[in-house]
Structures are given as C-alpha cells and as structure tokens.
C-alpha cells in the first residue's frame, strides 16, 4: 500500500507553553541595541566626559576626536570617529556562534524554538551570501581582542580625574564593560578551539590542556558574558552621552 511523504516542518505544533516569548525578548533587545548603536555612532558627539571616554569610539583614532587616542587619521575625516573602529566588534557579534543561534531563531525563524516549525520551507545553511561571511568569525576575534588593549587603557584612565585618584560611576562603568567585554571574548567558542580544541591529542602540552580548561569554564556560561556585555556597553555609551549633555551629574569620590 503507498504511503504520503508529510512534511513535518509545516505540520501545526502542538506546544501550549509560551515558547514564542524568547525570541520576542531577543528581537526586542537586539533590536533595541542595533537601533542605539547606530545613532550613538553616527552622530559623532557627545563621546566623552573627562575623564570618560565611550566604548563605542574607542580607540579613537582620527586626529579632530575630542578625545584621540591614537591619532592616526588626519583633520580630512569629517565623519564619525566611531565608524573607523565600529566595524570589528560589530562583526565579532554578528558572527558569534551564539548569536547566530538567537537571531536565527528570532528574525528568521529558523526554527523559532523546539518542536516549532521553520518558517522558511528551505534551508541553505550558510553556504550562500550573505551567510557565508559567518566564516569571518575568527578573523574579528583578533581585531576585538586587540582593541580589549585600549578598552582596558580607557578603563584604567577612568580613575585619573586631573592627575588625582577618584572614583565615579563612570569609573565603575567603564571597567564593569571591559570586564564583561573581556570575559565574552574569553569565552568565545573559537578561542577554545585556537588555544587547543583543534588537538587530537594533549599529551606533552600541559600549558595548551590548561588555557583549553580555562576556556572551556568560561565558555560554558558564554551565553550570560554575550547578554551582559550587550547590555553594559550600551549603557556605558549612554551614561556618558548623557553626561556629556548635561543631563546627568557624575558623583565622584577624588583623593
């Protein structure tokens, strides 16, 4: 007797649990975020409060900042500053493993959540444009590794109000971002692979078998660095902005 092939990835689920608010939650935040980010780095201003550098313009680079920290471009670029630097942590997210997974789920429902079925009835994967970029993922490890450095610099400078140690809420701000920064890059899926995943074997690497431990700790919470982080750069940025607008008042504890 011949039986009908059914397509059970648009066949009607049957969950009754509120599986849909995850991805709302990520499309909201995402969302939200990529929104922010954009007008905070295009409109080229209100960047820095002495001593308070934002996140987003750092390192910065083109000589008429407010603020340069490696002056680099010439007085030519009228443009924002930040749009010399934005590029490498923008694309180390976009193309992180765990984010693929929320915005895949999110805005493309593919799938939306378990036992859902993908909205799309084809699957390509990543093997055309614009997803084979994804394969980027390692090179943009380096460049937002690299800027870690001035991030933590900046950081550092946050306590110098005019050559006296303080402390603001900037301060706290500014070195609660590179901590977070640093543990999301630390716990990046393919920094585990780099510094020893890729080996067969660890027998006489007693240091590689240690830093993929260390990695591998932290990688299994790299879901909470990714969320924090998100959220904790933003709010530095806006912090900031908002000081520099004189909407806020930093309270300070200088020595």
């Known amino acids: 007797m011949a039986t009908t092939a059914v397509d059970v990835r648009h066949r009607p689920h049957e969950r009754k649990d509120l599986w849909w608010l995850e991805p709302t939650v990520i499309v909201v935040v995402l969302g939200l975020f990529v929104l ?9 201003t209100n960047y820095y409060y002495d001593p308070y550098l934002s996140p987003l313009y750092s390192p910065c680079l083109s000589v008429n900042c407010v603020h340069p920290t490696l002056p680099l471009i010439g007085t030519y670029w009228n443009l924002s500053p930040a749009i010399l630097i934005v590029a490498f942590p923008l694309a180390f997210r976009v193309t992180c493993y765990y984010y693929r997974r929320s915005y895949y789920r999110a805005f493309f429902w593919a799938p939306p959540a378990c036992a859902v079925p993908d909205a799309r009835r084809g699957y390509a994967g990543e093997t055309r444009f614009p997803f084979l970029i994804q394969n980027l993922h390692r090179y943009a490890l380096i460049f937002a590794t690299a800027l870690l450095i001035f991030l933590w610099w900046d950081a550092f400078g946050a306590f110098n109000f005019n050559g006296h140690f ?3 809420v900037g301060s706290i701000l500014m070195l609660a971002n590179v901590a977070l920064l640093s543990g999301y890059s630390l716990s990046c899926h393919s920094l585990r ?21 260390w990695a591998n700790t932290l990688n299994a919470r790299h879901a909470r660095w990714a969320w924090t982080s998100l959220i904790v750069v933003a709010s530095t940025d806006l912090y900031i902005r908002l000081l520099a607008m004189g909407v806020l008042t930093d309270p300070r504890i200088v020595f």
């Open 193 to 213: 692979y780099l510094v020893g995943g890729y080996l067969d074997s660890f027998h006489g690497k007693s240091l590689r078998f240690r830093l993929w431990s």
């Open 36 to 44: 922010y980010s954009i007008y905070a780095g295009l409109v080229g």
């Open 166 to 168: 303080g402390v603001g």
